[in-house]
């Protein structure tokens, strides 16, 4: 059984900082690639940050040089460190990632259930 779990949202105000993290519980499986996207409120879900599993990183336009997106290999967690934050960045931020059970050529997607995070004076 894959489990997601976010943790790390809140209330910042603008120019604040958060740091969001996602563990992941696996077994006999590899994580391959894993993301953070964001749902605002009326709005179709967005990628925001994305790492391979050789660390390998690519932003949305919007929160580039503003968060910085890591992995622990030896823990299976991610992490999304959010610097100078904007209202437009209140959204629910979900954990996502791709894992392949060991001895297989399958692949799965699996979501956590998401934190929200509000930026707000």
């Known amino acids: 059984q894959v489990q997601l779990v976010e943790s790390g949202g809140g209330l910042v105000q603008p120019g604040g900082s958060l740091r969001l993290s996602c563990a992941a519980s696996?077994?006999?499986?590899?994580?391959?690639?894993m993301a953070w996207y964001r749902q605002a409120p009326g709005k179709q879900r967005e990628l925001v940050a994305r790492?391979?599993?050789?660390?390998?990183?690519n932003y949305a336009d919007s929160v580039k040089g503003r968060f910085t997106c890591s992995r622990d290999n030896s823990n299976n967690t991610l992490s999304l460190r959010m610097n100078s934050l904007k209202p437009e960045d209140t959204a629910v931020y979900y954990c996502?990632?791709?894992?392949?059970?060991?001895?297989?050529?399958?692949?799965?997607?699996?979501w956590g259930q998401g934190t929200q995070v509000t930026v707000s004076s």
């Open positions: 696996i077994s006999r499986s590899t994580i391959k690639t």
């Open positions: 996502y990632a791709i894992i392949s059970p060991v001895d297989t050529n399958s692949a799965y997607q699996y």
């Open positions: 790492i391979t599993g050789d660390g390998s990183t």
